[in-house]
């Protein structure tokens, strides 16, 4: 059986329990376990595909075209192990499918209730699609004490006794505030979110302590002893610069010793190898060079929105060892500007790279950025819409044809770009209609692309074809692709029959490329995607 690792947070949000967890996970994968780890979010969408990136974050896919909270990402990241549809789950999607029973029948009358029909349903959820992991890590979202969340804790609570609690562990997530004017980190907070914890039944095992200084022997006897615990369960979780120093720091305070330990398995465990996380760490600490990137995005207010795209061009960066600097503009404050208006904005930028987004607001900013990259020869990377981006713009300048857009902004236009209706996926037909659902509607997931020799996207892959995850209902009409062609605008990335474009590049430009899958979602800290790397290094040239 696995053991089942539940992490909770508390006091405040943001505190970074998608990191802990991927943390903790990335500790015991060194040491030679297999390790899953899950998201179970308390809010009641279905899922994340139709929130706000604004309100939170981006939403992050999986090859099986799952659209997850971005916590995903950062196990993914750190692990290297792909997630799964199954990986993630939502207080929504669960009680969607405990009504949906109720209305087929599948309860035989009973009277449908939280418990046990919502536990049993986040229960099975859990255990579902397990093979052979020695660990089954699993993120509580929210903040404990939120009501959304109470049917959550009974469920994990639960599911404790029903495995065993040797076979589960319990740890919780706080904050430890410093109060500068008294010169010491407060312990009460942490002490009533452990006691609201308990309320629910749950007795944390590990206690982890978000804090911007180290914690004083007093202090942690303190929480051991408020919390019912003992000291070396207590652990300081330290505020870093950079969040692939995390796992060596919990290392560091024996976290991944007092996990093992729990379980009675601390005896016949191999010692950590944790050499890739020094090497980035080494990395850093060195740096040979310095680049600008400015990112042209409809959501700069919030940087968790293009979580996954930091991430991978700081990748880029290890992988050239050079620091890679961000410029966030704001893709509307580049429109209604003149020439020397948008130079005087986007000058000094050693690469531009424009974000995927949905909706009008800002896509003529976006379009104008695009432009100013070609003309002007700077390294482009342009993303999903981007790529819809950069090839409405140079069918309006370079093939002559103003009123080229998309449908999806502007319905009597030229429509370069339009509503796909129909597609294949994994052997059977998808369909969409205008008008219908929002929440899960789009292309998603891993689809195959097939590059074009003896193109800048065949040099950078190295290979003929390629699967990239997706996330759009828009596409690019081929119709223009042999006048792009004759001006030096060439598809070099195609659907396997051959209908959509998936990557367009200009010839004759140090680096100018669109493609229309999101290459960031597969980018790790130890294999930076290869779209990243050469954009970087491109930029750096």
């Not at 202090?219 to 870093?240: G, M, S, T, W």
Request: charge should be negative; charged fraction near 25%.
């Amino acid at each position: 059986m696995p053991k089942y690792i539940f992490v909770t947070g508390g006091v405040v949000s943001s505190l970074g329990k998608g990191i802990a967890s991927a943390s903790i996970g990335a500790l015991l994968q060194a040491r030679g376990y297999k390790v899953r780890i899950r998201k179970l979010d308390p809010y009641l969408n279905i899922d994340p595909g139709t929130m706000s990136p604004h309100q939170h974050g981006e939403v992050f896919v999986t090859d099986d075209g799952a659209e997850t909270d971005l916590d995903l990402g950062h196990y993914e990241r750190f692990l290297g192990v792909p997630p799964h549809k199954t990986d993630s789950i939502s207080g929504g999607k669960i009680y969607f499918n405990v009504l949906t029973k109720e209305r087929h029948g599948d309860y035989l009358g009973a009277t449908v209730q939280s418990i046990p029909h919502i536990t049993d349903e986040i229960k099975a959820f859990i255990a579902s699609d397990i093979t052979d992991e020695d660990f089954i890590i699993c993120e509580i979202g929210g903040t404990v004490g939120d009501i959304e969340g109470l049917i959550f804790l009974e469920a994990i609570r639960q599911f404790a006794n029903d495995v065993g609690r040797e076979n589960a562990l319990f740890i919780h997530l706080t904050l430890l505030p410093y109060i500068k004017t008294a010169g010491e980190l407060k312990t009460k907070p942490s002490q009533h979110s452990v006691k609201t914890l308990l309320e629910a039944g749950i007795q944390a095992d590990i206690l982890m302590c978000r804090s911007s200084i180290p914690m004083t022997d007093s202090e942690r006897k303190k929480l051991a002893l408020f919390c019912n615990l003992v000291p070396e369960d207590v652990i300081v979780a330290l505020d870093l610069d950079n969040i692939y120093k995390i796992p060596l720091s919990y290392h560091k305070e024996g976290l991944d010793v007092r996990v093992l330990h729990h379980f009675g398995m601390l005896e016949e465990a191999k010692e950590p190898d944790l050499s890739r996380w020094h090497e980035i760490t080494k990395i850093m600490s060195e740096w040979e060079k310095e680049v600008t990137i400015g990112i042209v995005g409809k959501y700069c207010g919030l940087q968790d929105a293009y979580k996954s795209l930091n991430e991978a061009l700081f990748h880029a960066g290890l992988a050239n060892h050079s620091k890679v600097k961000l410029k966030w503009v704001d893709s509307e404050t580049l429109e209604d500007k003149n020439p020397e208006e948008v130079a005087g904005i986007l000058s000094g930028l050693d690469g531009i790279l424009v974000p995927g987004g949905f909706g009008y607001r800002g896509v003529e900013g976006k379009i104008v950025a695009a432009r100013y990259a070609r003309e002007h020869k700077i390294p482009y990377l342009g993303i999903c819409l981007d790529m819809q981006v950069a090839a409405i713009e140079v069918v309006r300048n370079v093939l002559g044809v103003k009123e080229a857009n998309s449908t999806e902004f502007v319905k009597d236009c030229t429509p370069l770009i339009a509503l796909m209706h129909e597609w294949e996926k994994d052997g059977s037909l998808q369909t969409r209609q205008e008008g219908a659902d929002m929440g899960g509607t789009l292309r998603l997931g891993a689809y195959p692309c097939v590059l074009t020799k003896d193109t800048l996207a065949w040099s950078i892959y190295g290979q003929d074809r390629i699967a990239e995850r997706h996330r759009h209902r828009y596409e690019m009409d081929i119709a223009y692709e042999h006048d792009l062609a004759a001006k030096g605008i060439v598809i070099s990335g195609k659907s396997p029959d051959g209908i959509l474009p998936e990557i367009i590049e200009v010839k004759d430009h140090p680096f100018f490329i669109g493609v229309q899958f999101h290459p960031e979602f597969k980018s790790q800290p130890f294999a930076a995607h290869p779209l990243f790397s050469a954009f970087v290094k491109a930029s750096l040239g």
